[in-house]
């Protein structure tokens, strides 16, 4: 029996459980959220992932019901929230800073939601217990935040959130406080209790990495829009802008006039040098300015020029950042642009084949390289 | 680190020999056996046994205990009222005079606060007495706890009482859960300057006491113009003895707790 | 409405009896000495409307403050207390700041303890603080005792009752008030930048002026509003320790108040006290602002 696929955003039947139907937000004269319009399924892990000031945190205050929507609507399950003050809404947060309350043990704090319900003292006890144990807390449960270490607060915080299993979770940063070692492995914690759970989330952060670690789909936001909302593999592979190619991973932007060309395009990025081609069919006049995205990993270097490549270039290499297991050259090629390409380190550093000021062949196959509009 | 220096352990050792000395002086004579009180003639505690029994310190003592006790505790209530609604209010008419009205008593001469609320008193027809001590003391304290509690609210995490809201507290129940708990220490320390300032003060409560009530700084007032008394050496030595206490008990106290959570926050990290 | 009921309580509570008070000093300070028991003439009757308004303020005269001008009393005592004031804040800087830069300086261990024994007079009575004065200055008092049997005097110096008294009882008050902002501009000082300013060539006199003083600005300034402001208005430690010479203007709203039983007169005094004070005060807030927003 194979998995089936979960992608109910490509499914027309599915229905969203939070619905933006036009939403803008604006602080005076400052719009922090401009006309958005997107849904959000259930079960998803969905990513809102942007520089700071983007408007992801506006985002997800007005899920939580910290601030209203100056224009627009927003539906959970299909029903307007507007109305619903944050403490009756079936929504939990995580809060950046965790907001622990510091005058409460750990028990206390996973409880103290629940104790809003008016549930009885033994259906507390049993809830904290298993939140308890889904984030491995039972032994510090007596405990105060300031006593246990920065990651055990973070899981405190997250079974706080869970406690009174909402339809909805939201993550601020949730990671953002923890080392780099810490993340990564707190990112798989995340996913699993996310499965475990069925809750749905949606996480704002700014780290691109932790986004495409944890998320089913990734909302790349730029000045209170999303430019582009999809699964992080498409996200890498196929950005529709260059702020997204650029935003998501290391990547070379060349800028040049397209030209019609069988299935793709070719791209003329300097005065006397053969044209980029690239096989992406989107929709460009003659002569328009288009972008070529490519990713310095696609870009293979060599001495002689390859066989069988369309898109093979000369250039002189600039400069080597060696990073260990991979080296990253910078080549500058026709128009003094500069393309980046990388090579794993195979071998060791002593036996590098290329080195400073030597002239190289660059070449990438026709799907490699990623054609946009703007 | 810094290491203490001839200059500086100097200039420490007269400052504080400065500050302490008239006290200790104060204290050592309040033992005197003599009724001249410049002439030491041996030790006895035999003011002490004299101020006990006089019966008008002891009621000037209760009155302004009663006092201190009510005026510093309504001033709590309103001077952390006010405190929310200097930090957490936002605009509204009249926010100008309202943080006005707030600061101004910090720093108006006692003369005026006493004089302008007398004037009030008699021109509303209000009898003097520990009622209007009470009103004038709440006055011009509130104002002390609005400046003591409203420092602790501008650097209290605001997400604290999203959290609670987000868990399904009303905001009243985030107040009274969260907020408040946490911001109890500088309302405790907003009482006690509340109480303090009450207890110490003679202006004010000369121009609103009436006759029939003398509070202590009142009745120690009119015994020391005519001179420095034995009965109230003693009086200020349990005075004195009764704040050192408190006030070295709560600095040992904190300072214990700043070092338990900082061990246990050391604690916490290495086991991370 | 929760967020009405919070600002209403406490603004009216002040209103009633912090704003409308003063209406009634600076009313009845325009009004006539004639009573000193009230009503005052004039009373103001709303029932009388615009007309009766008007008939109001047509009795109001400034009489009382002429008569602050005529009497040189007046004008001696809001002098002398300026001079007072003046002096004895720059007598609390010199005494305040070698002992907050000897806090700062402290070692590590001892700054809580020394922080509180700053405090600790500050929560003991004001009254008994100057009253333990009295016995040391007095003229068969300890210092003069001291003084006679170490054989530096012959005579008995008369200091209790004297200016110098005064000068005394203020800079021991209010001492915390000027050690505490300074310790805590010293004590935030990085100290390495002494080491920059002696590494590049100063001494560590012309280090100290160059540097630490400048840094330490914002607690000198502040230390001595925190003292001046209150010392003008003082009533308590002229009354015990200055003696009859010793002219102040709290002092006088005092007994013109509670012996000469002058109402208006006590109150033109207060009218003009807060006018003086308006000037230091509204310095010091723009001071404590621009540090705020300096830190912020």
């Known amino acids: 029996m194979g998995q089936t696929v979960f992608e109910p955003w490509n499914d027309p039947d599915a229905k969203p459980l939070i619905q933006f139907k036009g939403v803008t937000k604006r602080f005076g004269d400052f719009t922090a959220i401009d006309n958005q319009t997107f849904d959000i399924y259930e079960r998803e892990f969905f990513a809102l992932l942007g520089p700071s000031g983007c408007g992801k945190t506006t985002m997800m205050r007005m899920l939580a019901g910290f601030e209203a929507p100056t224009e627009g609507t927003i539906l959970l399950g299909g029903q307007d929230i507007a109305p619903i003050p944050p403490n009756k809404r079936a929504v939990n947060m995580m809060f950046q800073s965790y907001a622990l309350f510091p005058h409460l043990s750990v028990w206390d704090n996973i409880a103290f939601g629940l104790k809003r319900d008016r549930m009885s003292k033994d259906a507390i006890a049993a809830r904290v217990e298993e939140m308890l144990k889904l984030t491995r807390l039972t032994q510090f449960a007596r405990r105060k935040p300031h006593q246990i270490s920065g990651g055990q607060r973070q899981r405190v915080a997250l079974a706080r959130s869970l406690a009174k299993a909402p339809k909805l979770l939201l993550l601020d940063e949730p990671l953002g406080a923890l080392d780099a070692k810490l993340r990564q492995a707190t990112q798989f914690e995340l996913m699993d209790i996310q499965e475990k759970t069925g809750t749905t989330f949606v996480i704002v952060t700014h780290d691109q990495e932790e986004a495409m670690t944890v998320a089913s789909r990734v909302a790349v936001m730029d000045n209170g829009r999303i430019v582009q909302a999809d699964t992080p593999a498409r996200i890498y592979e196929n950005p529709t802008t260059t702020y997204v190619a650029d935003f998501i991973g290391d990547v070379t932007i060349v800028t040049g006039r397209a030209t019609r060309s069988g299935e793709g395009y070719e791209v003329r990025y300097a005065e006397g040098a053969a044209p980029i081609y690239s096989a992406f069919d989107i929709d460009l006049a003659e002569g328009d300015t288009c972008h070529i995205a490519l990713r310095p990993e696609k870009v293979a270097i060599s001495a002689e020029r390859p066989e069988g490549r369309r898109n093979a270039v000369q250039g002189k290499i600039i400069d080597i950042a060696y990073l260990g297991n991979l080296s990253t050259y910078h080549v500058e090629i026709a128009g003094g642009r500069m393309v980046k390409a990388q090579t794993a380190n195979t071998r060791r550093l002593s036996r590098r084949d290329f080195t400073w000021e030597d002239t190289v062949w660059l070449s990438w196959t026709d799907t490699a390289a990623v054609l946009l509009r703007e | 680190m810094r290491r203490l220096t001839w200059f500086n352990a100097t200039s420490l050792t007269l400052g504080f020999a400065f500050l302490y000395l008239p006290m200790l002086i104060l204290i050592i004579y309040s033992f005197n056996e003599s009724k001249l009180v410049t002439v030491w003639a041996g030790f006895s505690t035999k003011w002490y046994g004299e101020l006990l029994r006089d019966e008008a310190f002891i009621d000037a003592a209760l009155v302004t205990l009663r006092v201190a006790v009510v005026s510093s505790t309504i001033a709590t209530v309103l001077g952390t009222m006010a405190a929310l609604v200097l930090v957490r209010a936002g605009r509204f008419p009249g926010r100008t005079l309202f943080s006005g009205m707030i600061y101004a008593p910090l720093v108006m001469p006692e003369v005026i606060t006493g004089l302008s609320l007398l004037l009030l008193f008699i021109g509303i027809g209000l009898d003097r007495g520990i009622l209007t001590i009470i009103l004038a003391h709440t006055t011009f304290s509130m104002a002390f706890v609005a400046v003591v509690v409203s420092s602790r609210l501008m650097t209290f995490d605001r997400s604290l009482e999203e959290a609670a809201l987000d868990l399904g507290c009303s905001p009243f129940d985030a107040f009274r859960l969260v907020t408040l708990p946490i911001i109890a220490p500088a309302v405790i320390s907003g009482w006690l300057l509340a109480f303090t300032l009450s207890l110490d003060d003679l202006v004010i409560a000369s121009f609103t006491a009436g006759p029939s009530a003398t509070t202590l700084p009142i009745k120690i007032w009119s015994s020391i113009r005519l001179g420095v008394s034995p009965e109230i050496n003693a009086l200020s030595t349990i005075m004195i003895a009764i704040v050192a206490v408190g006030v070295i008990t709560a600095s040992l106290v904190t300072k214990r707790a700043s070092l338990r959570q900082q061990a246990e926050e050391r604690a916490a990290a290495q086991q991370a | ?296």
């Open chain 3, 1 to 296: 409405m929760r967020r009405l009921a919070l600002i209403a309580l406490p603004y009216a509570w002040l209103l009633a009896l912090f704003l409308v008070p003063f209406g009634i000093v600076l009313k009845i300070s325009l009004s006539d000495i004639a009573l000193a028991i009230p009503p005052y003439t004039p009373t103001l009757d709303f029932s009388g409307g615009w007309a009766g308004l008007k008939s109001f303020v047509s009795q109001l005269d400034f009489e009382n403050f002429v008569f602050l001008t005529t009497d040189d009393l007046y004008w001696k005592a809001y002098l002398s207390s300026l001079q007072i004031a003046v002096i004895a804040t720059f007598l609390t800087l010199l005494v305040g700041y070698p002992i907050a830069y000897g806090m700062a300086n402290a070692p590590d261990h001892w700054r809580a303890t020394l922080m509180m024994l700053v405090i600790l007079p500050f929560w003991t009575s004001f009254l008994i603080r100057v009253y333990s004065w009295m016995g040391i200055l007095s003229t068969e008092g300890y210092l003069n005792q001291l003084l006679l049997w170490a054989g530096l005097i012959s005579e008995p110096l008369t200091i209790l009752n004297t200016p110098v008294a005064v000068y005394i009882g203020i800079v021991y008050t209010y001492l915390p008030f000027m050690i505490l902002p300074i310790y805590s501009a010293l004590e935030r000082m990085d100290g390495s930048l002494l080491e920059a300013a002696e590494d590049l060539g100063c001494s560590r006199l012309t280090a100290f002026w160059l540097v630490t003083v400048p840094l330490s600005k914002n607690g000198i300034v502040a230390g001595c509003f925190l003292v001046f402001i209150p010392t003008i208005g003082e009533f308590v430690i002229p009354s015990l320790l200055g003696g009859s010479q010793t002219l102040m203007i709290g002092k006088v709203l005092w007994e013109e108040f509670f012996n000469n039983r002058d109402w208006p007169v006590a109150s033109a005094v207060a009218v003009v006290l807060l006018l003086i004070l308006i000037v230091p005060i509204i310095l010091f807030q723009r001071n404590q602002q621009k540090q705020q927003e300096a830190e912020g």
